[in-house]
């Protein structure tokens, strides 16, 4: 059973900056997609970035430039530093493993005021 845990979420004001992080158990991590995801309220779960196995990224427009993604093998963790945040950038933020099948963690509250 693959468990996936994020971390990282919080309060922060419009311009500041976050850090997620989302810790794997599996042993097929290294060959995982990995992805974040995003659910603000009222609105259908969004993808926010992935990245894959050979490191390639992938952003949505919306948070192109501001969000990187990134991972770390040996920990087998990922991560999404999110800089200048914006109000619309709210919502509960998931973790998101895709090998064979797909994974949920918990999900870790962000939340932007202005």
């Known amino acids: 059973q693959v468990q996936l845990v994020e971390s990282g979420g919080g309060l922060v004001q419009a311009g500041g900056s976050l850090r997620l992080s989302c810790a794997a158990s599996t042993n097929r991590f290294s060959v995982s997609r990995m992805a974040w995801y995003r659910q603000a309220p009222g609105k259908q779960r969004e993808l926010v970035a992935f990245?894959?196995?050979?490191?390639?990224?992938n952003y949505a427009d919306s948070v192109k430039g501001r969000f990187t993604i990134s991972r770390d093998n040996a920990e087998k963790r990922v991560y999404l530093q999110m800089n200048s945040l914006k109000p619309e950038d709210t919502g509960v933020y998931y973790c998101?493993?895709?090998?064979?099948?797909?994974?949920w963690g918990q999900g870790t509250q962000v939340t932007v005021y202005s």
């Open positions: 998101n493993l895709l090998f064979e099948n797909t994974y």
């Open positions: 990245i894959t196995s050979a490191f390639g990224q």
